[in-house]
């Protein structure tokens, strides 16, 4: 296991003894740290630049000047690196290629502002965008971002996917949904909605194609405020 600290070194610890196996130097101060799904890269702001580090040495391997990130996320081959950036009116979504040395900004063709966006983060298929004022969205490789639900009562401030689970922090409480449904490519003729309860209800064109517990209430994990820490993607 290896840990990033933010006095400027990544640690690496043997999980089974609780010993420390080696530190290496790295840029010190970085925020929303995120780490490569192969564990090798970690992203991260130093508030002026978004930096791309290899854990094993320390080193940076590239950096791009882009203030006012909120959120990072690597796609799962880890050749991609998306965030949501603070602009002067409005939040934007930006995209990065990245092939294990350099960082190439993306053309993207996404609407232009995201009012109120705290987060994002790539499941198996897709990528998800969420915003405070309680709503979900699919951004598609084109440009087309689609609703997925809304819940104007849930002040979202991370997204968490893991397989076919989806985790979802807000203020006051961290709600879990289990379903097929997030392995499956996402179309824009869908749209899910949260019901009153909090509970995630199917409501699209493909409720015939859907599992049955689409069609229920899927899970919901009430948690105390001070759990509803940022979720490790």
């Known amino acids: 296991m290896h840990i990033y600290q933010p006095a400027g070194f990544v640690t690496y610890w043997d ?31 130093t508030g002026q630049e978004l930096v791309l580090v290899d854990v ?12 006012g ?57 897709d990528l998800y965008l969420a915003t405070s004022d309680g709503s979900i969205s699919v951004v598609a490789p084109g440009g087309n971002v689609s609703r997925m639900a809304e819940n104007k009562r849930m002040e979202i401030f991370d997204l968490a996917f893991y397989g076919s689970t989806m985790a979802i922090a807000s203020v006051r409480e961290i709600a879990v949904f289990d ?12 749209f899910d909605a949260f019901c009153a309860d909090g509970s995630l209800l199917l409501a699209s064109s493909m409720r015939n194609a859907a599992d ?7 899970g919901w994990l009430p948690a105390r405020e001070d759990d509803a820490a940022d979720l490790d993607r």
């Open 212 to 218: 049955e517990a689409l069609h229920n209430r899927l």
């Open 69 to 125: 990130i909120v959120d990072l996320s690597f796609s799962p081959a880890g050749n991609e690196v998306s965030g949501v950036v603070e602009m002067e009116d409005a939040a934007v979504v930006k995209k990065w290629y990245f092939g294990g040395k350099y960082l190439i900004e993306l053309t993207t063709a996404f609407e232009t502002g995201f009012p109120q966006a705290s987060c994002l983060v790539y499941s198996d298929r």
């Open 15 to 45: 999980i089974r003894t609780g010993r420390m196996i080696k530190q290496v130097k790295a840029p010190a101060n970085l925020d929303q740290i995120r780490i490569s799904p192969n564990n090798r890269y970690i992203a991260g702001s």
């Open 179 to 190: 379903s097929e449904f997030f392995l499956r490519p996402y179309s824009s003729e869908q």
């Open 56 to 67: 094993l040495s320390g080193e940076t391997l590239d950096s791009t000047r882009v203030s």
